[in-house]
């Protein structure tokens, strides 16, 4: 069975300060990792995918396969930033979805 | 291109009753996911369809069924509704079943609510 946990429900982060998303998995295969967002009153879309290695908004996310590990990263938090983030893993032909944590950025 | 669609965005049913929720997919997109969301909770994956087949199933019981039409909207039925079954649901649709890119564009979702 294939799991994804992200132990921080909620998060705040004064602006400027440094940024990181827990996400860890659980998965026999080769993973495939994604972080997905949810700004407010705004539909669920894609952040970015390890596979892709990209920066998208400032932020990043390292597949640590040692630790099973996909944290989300961004050095300087803004405003914006303040969502709904979630991780994913693709496995067994299915995306399963962690339980989110709620990023507040504070001014 | 409004993106995904779905209706109805809320509705109120009684236990033991069914329920039928409808998502067009994005412009050029051909395989609908739908996934449940309770409150507080990550989606979870209910099924996938592509070319009018169930590919993909997650967890869930015979209770939770759907269909996809030639123009590749899709259904979601739940029949013998449980206060449990109360959430949101999602539909996301993608380009054939490379669920693996990750590249899943969902809509706003339908709010269901059981008593």
């Known amino acids: 069975a294939q799991r994804v946990t992200q132990p921080e429900k909620l998060l705040s982060v004064f602006k400027g300060a440094p940024v990181e998303l827990k996400c860890n998995y659980s998965?026999?295969?080769?993973?495939?990792l994604f972080w997905y967002v949810q700004y407010s009153r705004q539909r669920l879309q894609l952040l970015l995918r390890?596979?892709s290695r990209e920066s998208i908004k400032g932020f990043t996310a390292d597949l640590n396969k040692g630790e099973t590990s996909f944290h989300l990263k961004k050095p300087f938090a803004q405003e914006e930033d303040s969502a709904m983030y979630y991780c994913a893993l693709f496995g067994n032909e299915k995306l399963t979805f962690g339980t989110g944590t709620r990023l507040t950025i504070i001014p | 291109d409004a993106g995904v669609t779905q209706s109805p965005t809320h509705l109120i049913k009684t236990r033991g009753q069914q329920v039928t929720l409808r998502c067009s997919p994005k412009?050029?997109?051909?395989?609908v996911s739908w996934y449940q969301q309770a409150l507080g909770q990550g989606p979870q994956f209910i099924f996938q369809?592509?070319?009018?087949?169930?590919?993909q199933r997650g967890n869930f019981p015979d209770r939770f069924s759907g269909h996809q039409f030639p123009n590749y909207s899709s259904e979601l039925n739940v029949n013998a509704l449980l206060l449990g079954d109360s959430a949101l649901y999602l539909c996301?649709?993608?380009?054939?079943?490379?669920?693996?890119?990750?590249?899943?564009?969902f809509g706003e979702g339908s709010r269901l609510t059981v008593l």
């Open positions: 412009s050029g997109h051909d395989t």
């Open positions: 390890h596979i």
């Open positions: 998965y026999s295969g080769s993973p495939e």
């Open positions: 369809y592509y070319e009018e087949e169930e590919r």
């Open positions: 996301a649709s993608s380009v054939g079943l490379a669920v693996n890119t990750g590249e899943l564009f």
